[in-house]
């Protein structure tokens, strides 16, 4: 399927394919890429919303970054964008992010995906469905390129299982740390996600 410029609709591809467009989380160069656990929706076994949300640990994180950057930078100038906000590429391409800083300036405010570059890309686990984990990886490189080379400063991958957090900027470098470790995110705004868990939420590494 390639991705209209307006969400939650997309034009057919191949039209012997009978996935609802509602399962489709991105496209990538004419790519469809479906939610994890679409299959469970096609056989009747789970509903679209049953795999939809976030879990209560990426919503814990989410709200650290969120509570980090509402304090740390300056909101007339910059716009944040959270509950999946999607992103126009091209015709062949459009992507759907966890948390994008935009300039306000840049962004005209209407019903239809954002045509330009957020400041700031960041993405907590991935809910894509992959047959192997060579998949995840060589996805998350392409998504990372894609977002980059459109003009983003920074992109940043919170991994809640390993506890990483991978940075990939537009200067051509890339590291992956710790969750535990202070990182700044922009303008000023820092978190330390593993702190914020370990402070909070405790439970869910017990």
């Known amino acids: 399927m390639i991705a209209s410029p307006t969400p939650g609709t997309a034009y057919p591809e191949n039209s012997s394919e009978n996935i609802p467009v509602s399962l489709v989380c991105e496209i990538i160069d004419g790519k469809p890429y ?3 656990g679409f299959r469970d929706v096609l056989s009747g076994d789970k509903t679209i919303e049953d795999i939809m949300g976030c879990s209560p640990l990426q919503s814990i994180v989410i709200e650290c970054i ?17 509950n999946e906000p999607g992103v126009y590429l091209n015709d062949r391409t459009t992507l759907a992010g966890d948390i994008l800083i935009f300039e306000r300036s ?23 469905e992959f047959e192997k984990a060579l998949d995840v990886k060589n996805y998350m490189a392409l998504k990372t390129q894609k977002i980059l080379d459109f003009g983003t400063d920074k992109v940043i991958w919170i991994l809640t299982k390993p506890k990483k957090v991978v940075i990939a900027a537009n200067d051509h470098t890339q590291h992956t740390i710790p969750w535990d470790v202070e990182i700044e995110i922009f303008g000023g705004a820092s978190y330390n996600i593993g702190r914020y868990v370990d402070e909070n939420e405790p439970k869910f590494f017990q």
């Open 106 to 128: 840049s962004v005209p405010i209407t019903n239809q995906y954002a045509r330009v570059p957020p400041k700031i890309w960041i993405e907590v686990d991935l809910n894509i």
């Open 66 to 82: 969120l509570g980090a950057l509402f304090e740390g930078i300056d909101r007339r100038k910059y716009f944040i964008a959270t």
């Open 34 to 36: 479906y939610y994890k």
